[in-house]
């Protein structure tokens, strides 16, 4: 199980893991972030979740595919673009830890370009634009089949440390 703890201004902080019952403690302003497999997105133990599964690609981009459904609608017919930025969010914040870079993003800007509809597989690519000491530059686009441009998004990301336990 990996714990990250990023404190409210970004930075890195300090935490112990009680030894009784495992209880973690953390300082005030932090936020301890542990993986349990339950993200909405990727975590492959929640059961309503996305279960997205990320391939490398070319040029050192990461893709993954995803065919929303009719409970992933806003308006009839039309798929809820905070659904569509949630996976741009999640292939750009993916490509970091697949590289052995855990980070997560502290902005994300979407493009909603044009509908995308329940049943229709859309594919998502994401890449590196600026590489820094701690922050990285992302973006990513989601694509029909057709190739016509559904959504882009850009992100800062800022990487944190993990540690298993």
Not at 45 to 66: A, Q, V, Y
Not at 87 to 100: A, H, I, P, Q
Not at 118 to 140: H, Q, S
Request: charged share 30%; hydrophobic share 35%.
């Amino acid at each position: 199980m990996e714990n990250t703890i990023l404190n409210s201004t970004g930075k890195i902080g300090r935490h112990d893991l009680h030894k009784r019952g495992r209880q973690q403690m953390q300082k005030p302003g932090e936020l301890l972030l542990e993986d349990d497999q339950m993200c909405f997105a990727c975590g492959k133990k929640n059961p309503i979740g996305l279960k997205l599964k990320f391939t490398s690609g070319e040029n050192d981009t990461l893709c993954t595919e995803f065919t929303p459904e009719k409970v992933h609608q806003g308006y009839k017919d039309v798929v809820h673009g905070g659904i569509i930025a949630l996976v741009l969010d999640e292939v750009m914040v993916n490509l970091l830890w697949k590289r052995g870079r855990p980070a997560v993003s502290s902005r994300l800007a979407v493009k909603l370009l044009q509908p995308a509809k329940p049943g229709e597989t859309l594919f998502f690519r994401a890449r590196i634009v600026k590489d820094g000491k701690r922050v990285v530059e992302t973006e990513a686009e989601a694509v029909k089949g057709d190739h016509s441009l559904v959504a882009s998004a850009t992100a800062k990301c800022v990487e944190v440390k993990a540690s298993k336990h």
